[in-house]
Every structure is written in C-alpha cells, then in structure tokens.
C-alpha cells in the first residue's frame, strides 16, 4: 500500500486502497476510507477507515469519549459507529484531499461531520464550503449543534479526485470521516424520465448527485452494515403524512433477485422485504399514501420507488398503483407486467421532476381503476438532488457586482432600522419599567421565535424544573423530560400518532404525565398544539402542563389520561367494553369540549383531526379531546369558511372540505360523526377485513338504516341494553352530523342538546357494565331541567369564561361541580 503524500498545504492521500464493505457483494476497485485526523487506523465492522495524520498544514485532534456520549442521539451519524467520530482534521485556511482514480465512472463521496469542541476550536460555529472537480457539493455550511452524513454521486472522468475544503473568512473548516469509492455501473441511469408535460428524458450523465432522502417502507430502517453499498435507509415512518391510511408489511423471505434485473446493488432484500401497504384497496375511494419531504426549489431531482410483491398470492389480482410526485401523475404501474406475473421479483421506477416554489416534494401511491381491489404498496423511495446551470448542489447564490451594491444597500438599511427599533424598545422598556410586575410571573422564550410564553407558578427546590401546572404551561428542561420517562423507556410508550411516540411519565412532585415527543417534521403541528393549548382551559379538554424546546427537541407534556383512548375500548384491544350509558356520557363530554372549541372564543377554534383516538379518558371515564396540532382558527363574521390543504385522518374526512378544500365548524360535526357511529357500532371506520358491502362503516350503517335493519349495526355486547327510544334520539342526531352538506349538519350545541335527551331518554338507573362496575359518571352527567338562568361565570378548570345560550345553563351549573 502506497503512503499518502504531501503537496505543502494541501493535503494529499493516494493510492490507498481499503478491506471492501462486505465480504460479499460489489467490491469497489476505488475504495478510501478515511478517519480524518486519526493517528490509527479505525476498523467498523469488516472496513477499515485509515488514518488521516500526514499533513503538518492541518491540526490533528483527539476528543475525550465523553463529549460524544453527550451529543444528540437523533443524529444521523449515530447510525454508523460513533468511534469514527473522536476525531476530526482542521483547515485553517483552502485545502483539499487528492485521490488517484483507477476506474472512471460514477463515485460515492461521503462526508461525515460531528462538530464538538477542541480547545479554541468549536466546530458548530465552523462555517465553510466544500467543492469536488467543478461542483459545488456545499456552501457555507454552518451545522450549529446538529451532526450529518453528506452522500453525494459523482462521474468521475479524470485519473484524480480533488475534494476542497474552503473556509469562510475568519472562520475554518473541518470533517471527521470521509468516503469515496466506485459504484455498480447501473446504479445511476445516463438519463431519466421527466415527468413534464413535454415527458422528454433528462440526461444525467454529467451531472453530480445529492442524496436528500433514501426511505425504507414498513416503518423499518437498514443500518449502512447491512447493506452492500453502506448506505443508510431510515424509517418511512416520519414522512408518512397519513398514518392510518398505511399498514406496515414485512416479508423479507418473499424476495426473490434470481432471473430479475435488479440486484442487491440498487437495494438490499432487507428493503424490498419491507413495505407500506394502503389500508383500504377499494379504488372508489381515491385514497393515496403520501410521503413529504424537504427539498429546495429551483432543483431538478432524480426520485426512484422501489416495488416488489411481498403481500399477494397466486390468486389475488397482485400490485397496480397509480403514482404521482405532488399534484403530477407519473404513471401506472402494473408490477406484474414488469416482473414476468412472478411474486417477489423487485422492480425500481426512475423519474426526473422540478422542485417548485414550495420546499416540499410530496410523492404518492394510489389505488388503480383498472382492476378492482388491488394492491396498493411501495417498499423503498430514494430522492437526489440534481446540481443546477452553475453546478452547484447547494442553495443557489447569485454573485454580481449589482448583488454586491445591492448588498450593502440592504446592510445600512437594516444598520439604520436595527438603530431605531433599539431606540424605540428602549423607550417601551422605560416605559414597563414604572408599572408595578405581576408577582410569580415569569417569561420564557418559546421555539426560538421571540413568543413568550407567560407561566405562573414556582420552581422545583433545583430551581430548574417547573413543578406545578399553570395557566398556560411551563418550559421543562431536556434532563427533567428524560429522568420523567426513563430516557424514552419503551417499556413506558402509551402511544403512536402522526406526531410521534407518546410517553407515561412520572415528575419529581409525583404527577404523572404523558409526554408527546413529536418527530423533526411535526414543527408546524408542535407550535399550533402549544398555541392552541395555551389559549383555552377546560373540563373536556386535555390540559397542557408543559412543553420543551430544548436540544431541538418538540415534547409536549400533558395531564395523564389512566384510561388511554376511546378507541382503545371500543375496539382493537382486550379492555373491557364499555356500557351504553358509559358511551352516551363519553360522548356528551366529547361534544362540551368541542363545542367550547367553537364557541369559546372571538373565533371557532376547528379541531380538525376529530376521531375516537383523539378522545381519551380519565380514571373516572371523563372524556377530553386531545391532539390539537392541526386546529385551525375559524372564519371571520363576514366569512363563510377558511380555505385550507385537506388535513386530518381518512374516514373521519367531511367530503365537502375533501372536495372543496372549504374548512368549518360543521367539518368537525362531520368528524364527530362518524365518531358516534363508532361508537354505537364498536368498530373501526374502514375495515378490509369484513364483506366488500361493510368495509366502510358510514356507508354499511346508512345502507342498514334505509333496509330498515339498524338493530344489525349495534354493536353485539350492547344488544338488549339500549332503550329504543334512546337509540332512536341517538341514531338521529348521527344521521344529521353525516349529512353530505355542512349546512344541513347541526351546531355542535345541537349535537350535545341531543345526545342529553339521549340519556335521558335511556333512563337514570345504573347498570353494571362488562367491568363489573357502576357507570362511573351517571350522577353528574347533566339532566335538561327547566332553568332558564344564564350564566356567564366559569373557572379555569370548568369553561374559562365562555358564554353560552341559556339552553345549556343547567349544564354550566352541572359543570362547575
């Protein structure tokens, strides 16, 4: 093996040829892998990285293990080992490694960066660029506290590589490990499909390539070790925008590479063996599963999907799947037109799409019409960023000598208007300054936005971790979150939504919590539920305690609910069910907290995600709404509704709002709809499971009721329990919430109007129910008496000062107790 050697600042390294990823598989004829700033060779797994130690122009540094033991575990980095990462090369000025290149062709470059500190060097403020032969990979990086792994594809046409670091001015430049090795020759096309009007193919032959997204389907990831390329698959399951449209299938023994095209090289078994299958198959439904992810405008991207037959037998109709890349059409896909009608042979689409104005690129599977109950799966997703005119990778920078003076235009601007806002906060601050302060007020600041957010209350005896609730909630600092959940215990996650993991957690005062960790792309739902939250208070309404922002962190904590989901005890579980006085008073809470949404305040407040996972229970069986992360302010007086994208969860979707994009209270009625159906029926929206004709609970109960046959879609435990004139009462208010306009739907007064005369209606005697136990809250539902007194009053723990209609003045009273 040939030493590296030096060309006076630069840093050379050649000829260097490593141990191959795997024992198996492609072996790479250009292979360097380097433990930059390392005195000794570092082995992961079956490579070796060398040492980078040779250049007297660099700083070569050792870091104690215990700063990377406090480093963020979200990393991406951490993936792969985190001995790597001990280590770093400094450049204090433009430098650049050479590599000798034996085999042209396409390259990986892989560059892996872990900022932490070395004396007067702190490598989150490092700011700088790098570049390889004419393109620019990165410019101006400046990672702050986060760690990544930059892939990159380069056709390499030359005998050398030159890879360049360039510092910013007063500043310098670093990285931890680095990769560069040949490719398979047919991993990356010479050129792909475009999905414009015109279809034409887009040529990729000199173009280098960004990884910004390599997806494993099935909600499972595929660590760089077990692939043969040492590339990292993460999880789909945080770029799925509608969970429960999804199931995740595994079959990894159904894949089958043997008389296809396609090899391990494109994609390990592991990820074929692995998918994200449509919930519901039934075309009629137009449904799709769609995955978001962030990209930068102005780019062209190469996107493959990846698909194998993992989930059909001989005898069903196998995988056809309409794709599109956001509101484009793709195509249709006939797998097994592709893989010769044989089960398991993997197949990959590529396609050339642009980038438009939005920062997000959203791609989606969906149901065929050309057969009927397909199979609707996509098992692996990849997205690189193609360089744009100038070759650059990175975000386009427009350098002229106008953008120079129009630079410096915008720099006094805002030296002059930074000078007077000073002055005038100056002159406000004075001014707060003569009022006496609010005793036990604090102020905090939320998501680095400048929102403050005002608690009151006392610290804990450390005097960082806020103990008791408060009007509006309390910053909780990262340490206090991990020591209330044991570090994130599995043992302790309650459960899985959109947002993230939820978590059972026990503070120092003993309160118990549950704590919602959302994923890195929950940003907007995280703001909107603190927001939301931090506005209203109410019985019904699941309380905020807290929230924190720390190490980028999004955990909201809540009041423990002992008794989960609503869901949870209608269907899919072992709990006990519930009784039909138990449903009745479940529901009327369910509707006070949602009526409060809408009436409370200036504005309605439009839940938008109403379902019965939505609604949780306390110890005594008390409802409160909860997952207020896609509420939405309602019109204005002089509006009739709030055009916005589709959100919230399939089955649960007013059609109206589906079709027309037209949010409003009545959406919510919708929703809550299909909830009472839920319910009454006690079981899930959509079933593929059952016969085609109950598949779809809303249809199969409309369906029943015009036949004449409602008795058939109650569910079985709570047959000769119902009075059939509470069920009549019930079944009304429900058919009313389901109607297809929103303006032939009741108020959500109406509905909690109804559903009391409901229970009454059943009767005030208490029945044990499948538990063995009274119904728990029989005594204090309210009863429509004949007062007529109205009443504004309320506590923070009741209605928070919300007016209501003397109707419900009874049920104010009842509340208040």
Known sequence: MENPGNLGLLVRISSIFCLVCLSVGFKPVDNYLIDCGSFKNRSEGQRVFLADNSSSSSYTL???QHIFANSSSNSISLYYDSALYQTARIFNGPSHYDFSIKEQGRHWIRLHFFPFVFEDYNMSNAKFSVSAQNFTLIRELQLGNSSVVKEYCLNITSNKLVLTFNPAAK???????LEVFS???????????????????????????ETVARVDMGNATVLPQNDALWRLWVSDDAYLIDKNLGAFVSNVKAVNFTGGLVTEDIAPASVYGTATRLNYDDPRLQANLTWSFDVNPGFDYLVRLHFCDIVSNSTQQGIFVHIFIDTQLVGHLDLGSKTSNVLGVPYFMDVCTKATARHKLNVSVGSSTIVDYPSVILNGLEIMKINNARGSLDVPDVVSSRSSKMKVVVMVGLAVGSFVVIVLAAVVFLFRRRKKPVQGTEEHFSMNRGQKVHTTGTKCSNGTAICSSSKIGYRFPFMAILEATDNFSENLVIGVGGFGKVYRGLLRDETEVAVKRGAPQGLVEFRTEIEMLSQFRHRHLVSLIGFCDDQNEMIIIYEYMENGTLKNHLYGSNLPGLSWRQRLEICIGSAKGLHYLHTGSAKAIIHRDVKSANILLDKTFMAKVAD??????GPDIDQTHVSTAVKGSFGYLDPEYLTRQQLTEKSDVYSFGVVLLEVLCGRPVIDPSLPREQVNLVDWATKSYRNGKLEEIVDPILVGEIKPDSLRAYWEITKKCLQEHGIHRPSMGDVLWNLESALQLQGNEQKPNHNGQLSSQASHV????????FSRTGSVGDL????????FAQMVREDKR
């Not at 500043?171 to 490990?177: E, K, L, T, V």
């Not at 990356?188 to 015109?198: H, L, Y």
């Not at 928070?800 to 109707?807: K, L, R």
């Open 171 to 177: 500043s310098f430049a670093f990285i931890n490990a």
């Open 782 to 789: 309210s009863r429509l008496e004949t007062s007529l007194e």
């Open 628 to 633: 207020f992360g896609l509420s939405k302010t």
């Open 62 to 64: 050792t870091t104690p």
């Open 183 to 209: 490719i398979p020759e047919n991993l990356i096309p010479k050129e792909a499909r475009t999905i414009d009007s015109k279809g034409d193919n887009r040529s990729l032959w000199e173009q280098a390539l």
């Open 800 to 807: 928070a000062g919300i007016s209501m209609s003397t109707v």
